[in-house]
């Protein structure tokens, strides 16, 4: 049998995807007109000064969330300073819709991080379903042609995207992990602030590296703005807000599940946004990643 979800679970769950998937999309857009670390410390700024009037409170020095600060700057470098940071890198040489794909790998990050780090063994159903994703990463990865992968010619926002993948399941582990107090944690505004603060200064530092090393300069326009409005409304604050809540629901391993659904919305919009048709081996490799993941979800 497979875990029932509550409704309003799912569609938290389904929600996050679709606005990542858009994260993907947008980023390819403007990768042109601003450095990837730059766009991802710009992108939280902004979610900051929007989401202060909701939570200005968990930054007063009696908040209860100073007690717990290197869970927050864990969390703000994982979640905030890495993973947004890593997409967007790896969509300087890759496309949204391999991005994405790489991404549905998610689940089974999952399922080893939480065996070798936090006590969770896999169960046999588990081991099967994270081979065959871990199948369907590796079509992806070289690209349809088994000589790409002989030859171990892989593209390197591919790589990118693995190591942000490894970030977010981490990330995604200490969402659930928590001693905090009720106070913090029940608040959505308050938790996200909460990581926001140290976020802020781990890509901020990573935008400084960026800028010491990449001399590009930012290409303002409303094409950018629009971007720029788009990324830290929707998969910023709203998508981490439905993800945050999810998780906490319904498990990390579960949740990850829905990850999957990020290519599909992905490959829709690129279609209709960037002229990028999918192609055969990214059918193929979405329904291994998929059937991993649903074996792995059956007990």
Same mark, same amino acid.
């Given at each position: 049998? =497979?875990? +029932?979800?509550?409704?309003?679970? !799912?569609?938290?769950? &389904?929600?996050?995807? %679709?606005? /990542? $998937?858009?994260?993907? *999309? =947008?980023? +390819?857009?403007?990768?042109?007109? !601003?450095?990837?670390? &730059?766009?991802?410390? %710009?992108? /939280? $700024?902004?979610?900051? *000064?929007?989401?202060?009037?909701?939570?200005?409170?968990?930054?007063?020095?009696?908040?209860?969330?100073?007690?717990?600060?290197?869970?927050?700057?864990?969390?703000?470098?994982?979640?905030?300073?890495?993973?947004?940071?890593?997409?967007?890198?790896?969509?300087?040489?890759?496309?949204?819709?391999?991005?994405?794909?790489?991404?549905?790998?998610?689940?089974?990050?999952?399922?080893?991080?939480?065996?070798?780090?936090?006590?969770?063994?896999?169960?046999?159903?588990?081991?099967?379903?994270?081979?065959?994703?871990?199948?369907?990463?590796?079509?992806?990865?070289?690209?349809?042609?088994?000589?790409?992968?002989?030859?171990?010619?892989?593209?390197?926002?591919?790589?990118?995207?693995?190591?942000?993948?490894?970030?977010?399941?981490?990330?995604?582990?200490?969402?659930?992990?928590?001693?905090?107090?009720?106070?913090?944690?029940?608040?959505?505004?308050?938790?996200?602030?909460?990581?926001?603060?140290?976020?802020?200064?781990?890509?901020?530092?990573?935008?400084?590296?960026?800028?010491?090393?990449?001399?590009?300069?930012?290409?303002?326009?409303?094409?950018?703005?629009?971007?720029?409005?788009?990324?830290?409304?929707?998969?910023?604050?709203?998508?981490?807000?439905?993800?945050?809540?999810?998780?906490?629901?319904?498990?990390?391993?579960?949740?990850?599940?829905?990850?999957?659904?990020?290519?599909?919305?992905?490959?829709?919009?690129?279609?209709?946004?960037?002229?990028?048709?999918?192609?055969?081996?990214?059918?193929?490799?979405?329904?291994?990643?998929?059937?991993?993941?649903?074996?792995?979800?059956?007990?």
């Amino acid at each position: 049998m =497979t875990q +029932k979800i509550a409704p309003g679970t !799912i569609a938290m769950l &389904t929600i996050a995807p %679709l606005l /990542w $998937a858009g994260n993907a *999309v =947008t980023g +390819k857009l403007v990768h042109d007109l !601003i450095p990837p670390a &730059t766009l991802n410390f %710009l992108r /939280w $700024a902004l979610a900051f *000064v929007i989401l202060l009037p909701f939570a200005w409170q968990a930054l007063r020095p009696s908040s209860p969330m100073w007690p717990h600060w290197r869970r927050y700057c864990l969390l703000g470098l994982l979640g905030v300073g890495c993973y947004n940071a890593l997409q967007y890198l790896a969509l300087g040489t890759s496309t949204p819709l391999n991005v994405t794909l790489v991404g549905a790998s998610t689940p089974v990050f999952m399922l080893f991080i939480g065996a070798v780090f936090f006590g969770v063994p896999a169960r046999r159903e588990q081991i099967i379903g994270a081979v065959l994703s871990i199948v369907g990463v590796v079509l992806v990865l070289c690209r349809g042609d088994i000589h790409q992968l002989l030859s171990l010619r892989l593209v390197i926002g591919d790589l990118y995207m693995v190591l942000a993948v490894i970030s977010w399941s981490l990330y995604s582990w200490l969402l659930v992990r928590t001693s905090e107090p009720t106070s913090i944690r029940s608040d959505w505004a308050m938790f996200l602030i909460a990581q926001m603060v140290f976020g802020l200064g781990w890509s901020g530092a990573f935008a400084g590296i960026e800028w010491s090393m990449d001399h590009r300069e930012i290409l303002w326009s409303w094409k950018l703005a629009a971007a720029m409005a788009f990324i830290c409304i929707g998969p910023a604050i709203m998508a981490y807000r439905c993800w945050g809540l999810g998780v906490q629901r319904a498990g990390p391993v579960v949740a990850g599940f829905f990850i999957n659904l990020t290519p599909l919305f992905a490959a829709v919009l690129s279609l209709a946004l960037l002229g990028e048709a999918p192609h055969l081996y990214h059918a193929i490799a979405f329904a291994l990643i998929v059937a991993g993941i649903v074996t792995s979800s059956r007990r």
